[in-house]
């Protein structure tokens, strides 16, 4: 029901910062919460940040907690990941993915309906 495209990787050094966008088609982009995940190479994807369908409800792994910040604007069918004080291990792909029931485990692949072909984030040192 919503098609995701992610953009904004790159590769930077460590301390540097990347904004990812995902960019949603269709006319129900409002109706999802959505997510972040991001899976490194050799390893399972792992869940980074989640917001409510309206900016509420935003919760992060641990291991971004005050370096990442998810946002999103309906009105552009945009969500974005601002991501800053890049370490070494925040390398991976970036996925975007729409979650349309609230009650489901915003931690869990399962529980997403649509998810983005991914964006490449490398940090380097």
């Known amino acids: 029901q919503v098609q995701l495209v992610e953009s904004g990787g790159g590769l930077v050094q460590a301390g540097g910062s990347l904004r990812l966008s995902c960019v949603a088609s269709?006319?129900?982009?409002?109706?999802?919460?959505m997510g972040w995940f991001r899976q490194a190479p050799g390893k399972e994807r792992e869940f980074v940040a989640d917001i409510g369908r309206n900016d509420d409800l935003i919760n992060y792994a641990d291991s971004v907690k005050g370096r990442f910040t998810i946002s999103r604007d309906n009105a552009k069918n945009t969500l974005y990941l601002q991501i800053n004080s890049l370490k070494p291990e925040d390398t991976g792909v970036y996925y975007c993915?729409?979650?349309?029931?609230?009650?489901?485990?915003?931690?869990?692949?399962?529980?997403?309906?649509?998810w983005g072909q991914g964006t490449q984030v490398t940090v380097s040192s």
């Open positions: 269709g006319r129900t982009f409002s109706r999802y919460a």
């Open positions: 993915a729409a979650r349309i029931n609230y009650y489901r485990d915003y931690t869990r692949i399962a529980s997403y309906d649509s």
